[in-house]
């Protein structure tokens, strides 16, 4: 038995069922949004964002602009698919 195999699979898996239920929790919510309003797709970052890292304020604010330089990549894929 394999168990390093056996933990990556079970982290994938938690992940899909993760992914999933935001999925679900989305769906619901866009039900009482407008149109345009609407969240048409997501991606859960892998790390927690942290204020040494100028993502988030000393109150856990999101600092859009950081947030924008540093994931510019993973935020123009969502819009290309």
């Known amino acids: 038995m394999d168990v390093k195999r056996d933990y990556y699979e079970d ?15 989305f769906l619901i919510f866009t039900f009482y949004l407008a149109r345009v309003e609407n969240i048409r797709q997501f991606r859960i970052l892998d790390k927690k964002l942290h204020t040494e890292d100028e993502e988030v304020t000393p109150t856990m604010k999101v600092k859009r602009k950081s947030i924008n330089a540093q994931y510019k990549d993973l935020i123009e894929s969502m819009y290309r698919e």
Request: aromatic share 6%; no cysteine.
């Open 11 to 25: 982290i994938q898996l938690l992940e899909s069922k993760v992914v999933l239920l935001w999925s679900a929790a």
